[in-house]
């Protein structure tokens, strides 16, 4: 049971939490403009020379750095809340002396308006995160922490070179001199692998898959949501700069589609569960970078947003269950304890949203970014993007079946855990409302939400509650049923955007279809000739889903 | 009249050099800068004792350190060689006495034999040097016999008093005979004595310099690798903090070619910095051998668990050590990096490489200090003493960092 004490001081926490976030919103409302921000600049250094840039210490305040440290409060303020259950007698004060360090090192991020204001809070986060992976000193550790700091100092000297760039060739604010000379290319070639290594994208990931042997809180804070934005955040300041260069843009763009396709892939064939979300993770980021490469900066945000909220409450829920079979994390192996069905409830609520489906907020996202890309741009490129997406419903529904066998033998009484729930339920209040944040962040503020709308969130309110009460076979099967027609539903999209739009872009090949003023090129030999390993390809793969269904 | 020295340090700083006595003293803006991290020195030893060395605490001890800052003091300030060479020799004599008569081990007295040797051996060609220099013009330096010469003569004082690598034993032989209060004089003062001449007699060697600094890189990046290499398997922690002091010095003599750089700055900074922060790292393992009464690291692992003040403390200095961004350790390494820039491309890689290595040894530290079973933990430090003076350090560094941000915005 709770102690009086510690009722007390949780609820002044909230009270003062509250105020902040209050403060923070109205400060979201001043900012609703993308174009309007404040700058504040301290010369802070100067070298004894006429000819190179000044050191200068700049915060700067627009809407994307504001909605960046909402996220990580409400995060942190949720996982603070929550290490009353996983963290209870050991080591609090270092817990919340290192997160807090945490935080602030990410408040400097993202405030930061030169390239030395954000090296200060880049160097913080690698430091914290190392501090919080090696919070349980064993072997595993040990190996996966050392592991991390190298991934971690190697961006860190990358971004000290591009630091030496900027100082003799650029100005040192986000404007830049010379835009076509080779060290333009090396620098934001630089500025990608710093976003790479911190972002965890496909060739210098392997640190965050090592780095799920923190515990499970500081997995839900730091190595899902918040540090892994940290290269979004840096690569979305300097973005106008590379829309300039489409080699860069393509560069981008594959590389993060291919590391979506990889991460999906992998979790599929991953055992252990906080190993598959990392997965997930890694593959969820690239597609967000994805988002942000075809100028969709507000949809990546958005989209950013609901990855923070899904993470955490999986992370949360799953580390409950953790709890109750003794830190075992095999998925194979793992059931959700009978008496939780609020646990089981949000587990349920956080897979769906994680894989898009319909009404559920990452659906609003993914699925406009869908449809841009049916329209905008090649064939091939949304039918990776399906493919990938694929993969996510995929193993979604692997964790799902797994995990929402229920059992009787693990009874365990959640008795001091009713508090975290309660705040735990603010995560899927946001992963239900979706569309009330799309127009929150696309329409600037001005929140439209339809009817219609409405009705279908409190229906999905009830009626997941209400399924989620009985724990009978027949409810099982019919959560297999329920999963299985989701992937009928998927492929039928696949088969059909296959009869109507793929082939047909695949084969007249009109490289940005919009640009072109919507006319269809000639089929030409040349251009089969030139795609004939990709035509092949989708036409292999199309016969086999058809012939499937 | 320790804060009296502390506050005229602090806030007394001019723009133009001055010079008195007939032009043998000069006090360089840079010489003024290095010289005030001098009073910190008293801060700690005199101030705040350890607990075991109040026993042995007398008149002697403290005469022989005031003479020994005092010489120090002597050497930064004369403008003329052979008053320099003759104070920089003189700094070495309390020194020695200090290491007989207040450190423990039998073969102590070869280590001074040994210290002793390398010191006059170095001396003796330098002396001859600063009798020409004194007498002839500046048109005999660029005689290219004579100048190798001269920076022969250089460079065997300089190898008494700068760890240069393969060349380095006699600081860790120093560092690890000599008490804890010995050792971080050691630091503070003596390493700058060697650092600081070169500072001062660079502007005669710059060609040669500029010659030689492809090679001397090398040997800087090489020894990194190798120490990083070396150093996992020791386990005397002041030899650890000797050899990563050894790693930080190697990148000081390649970049003494150009008088007025970016790298000109980066040197003083290392200069400035690795005097501060590896002067209280050593203070923090001379505390953690009071109370483990051993200096071995394996005896204080997991030291973490049994006080939380030392561990944080010893960890942050290592990360400053190792450059964290706003201190002046991160400054050190961004100057040294837009140096390679114009430089060569490849050297700034080299030097990507070795800050990437460097965390290795900061690992091995770290974990050896949070991982494992505790060997005492009965016996806490006294963690309030610590955190009284960690705070103040800190703070004091901070003021000088500051001072040495306005300094540079003022030239």
Known sequence: MLCGSKIVEAMLFVKISFFFLVFHLRFLLLFSNYLRFYDLSLRYYNFPSSWSNFFTLNACLDSISLLFILIVRIVTFIVVIYRQVYIEHYNNKKFLFILILFFFSIAILSLGGSLLTLIIGWDGLGISSIFLIIFYPNKITLYNSILTIFFNRLGDVVLIAVLCHFIYRFNFYYFLRDRSSIYFLAAIFGLFVCGFTKSAQFPLSSWLPAAMSAPTPISAIVHSSTLVTAGIYLLSKFRRRVFGFPFLISFWFFFRVLTFLTGGFLANLELDFKKIVAFSTISQISMIIVFSSCRLISLALLHMLFHAFFKTLLFCCSGLIFITFYSLQQEKLLKIPSFSYITAFLFFVSIYSMTGLVFSSSFFSKDLVLEIFCTFFDGVVFFLFLLGRVLTLFYSSKILTKCMDTSMDYAYIYSKKFNVLSFLLFCWVILLCGKFFKYFLLARMFPFISLTDLYIILFLFFLSFFFLLRRSRSFMRFLHLEVSFMKVFTYRIVHKFFTLNLVLQVIFRSDFFFKTGNTLHLLSPEKIKSNFSIFMFVLIFGLALMSRY | ?411
């Open chain 2, 1 to 411: 009249m320790i804060w009296w020295s502390l506050f005229r340090f602090f806030f007394f700083f001019t723009l133009k050099p001055i010079i008195f006595v007939r032009n043998l003293c000069l006090l360089d803006l840079n010489s003024m800068f290095i010289m005030r991290i001098f009073p910190l020195v008293f801060l700690i030893i005199l101030g705040i004792n350890f607990p075991t060395f109040l026993l042995r605490e007398n008149f002697y001890y403290l005469f022989l350190f005031t003479l020994r800052v005092a010489f120090v003091c002597f050497t930064f300030i004369f403008d003329s060689t052979f008053l320099f060479l003759m104070f920089l020799e003189a700094s070495s004599i309390p020194m020695l006495l200090l290491i007989l008569n207040y450190s423990k081990g039998q073969d102590k007295v070869s280590s001074l034999i040994f210290i002793f040797f390398i010191n006059f051996s170095g001396s003796m060609p330098f002396f001859f040097f600063s009798i020409m220099k004194d007498g002839q013009s500046y048109v005999n330096f660029l005689d290219p016999f004579h100048s190798f010469f001269y920076l022969f003569c250089f460079f065997l004082l300089l190898r008494s008093k700068v760890p240069i690598f393969l060349l380095h034993f006699w600081l860790t032989k120093a560092h690890v005979r000599a008490s804890g209060s010995c050792s971080m004089l050691l630091a503070r003062l003596i390493l700058k004595l060697g650092t600081f001449g070169l500072l001062k007699f660079s502007s005669f060697f710059c060609s040669l310099f500029g010659t030689l600094g492809s090679f001397l890189f090398r040997i800087g990046s090489f020894s990194c690798v190798l120490l990083t290499w070396v150093m996992v398997r020791f386990f005397d922690v002041k030899l650890l903090v000797a050899c990563s002091s050894i790693m930080h010095i190697a990148m000081i003599l390649p970049f003494s070619s150009e008088p007025m750089s970016y790298p000109y700055c980066g040197r003083i900074m290392m200069m400035v910095g690795h005097g501060l922060i590896s002067y209280f790292i050593f203070y923090l393992v001379t505390l953690l051998y009071e109370f483990s009464l051993n200096r071995s690291y394996d005896f204080a692992k997991a030291i973490e668990s049994s006080s939380k003040s030392l561990s944080t403390f010893l960890f942050l200095f290592m990360f400053l050590n190792l450059g964290f961004p706003p201190f002046i350790s991160f400054l050190r390494e961004l100057s040294f990096c837009l140096g390679l820039y114009l430089w060569a491309f490849s050297r700034l890689f080299i030097f990507g490489l070795r800050i990437v290595l460097r965390i290795i040894f900061l690992m091995f530290m770290i974990t050896k200090g949070s991982f494992g079973k505790s060997y005492y933990l009965g016996a806490k430090i006294e963690s309030r003493l610590l955190v009284v003076n960690s705070i103040f350090y800190f703070v004091s560094l901070s003021v000088c960092l500051f001072f040495f941000y306005c300094r540079f915005s003022l030239i």
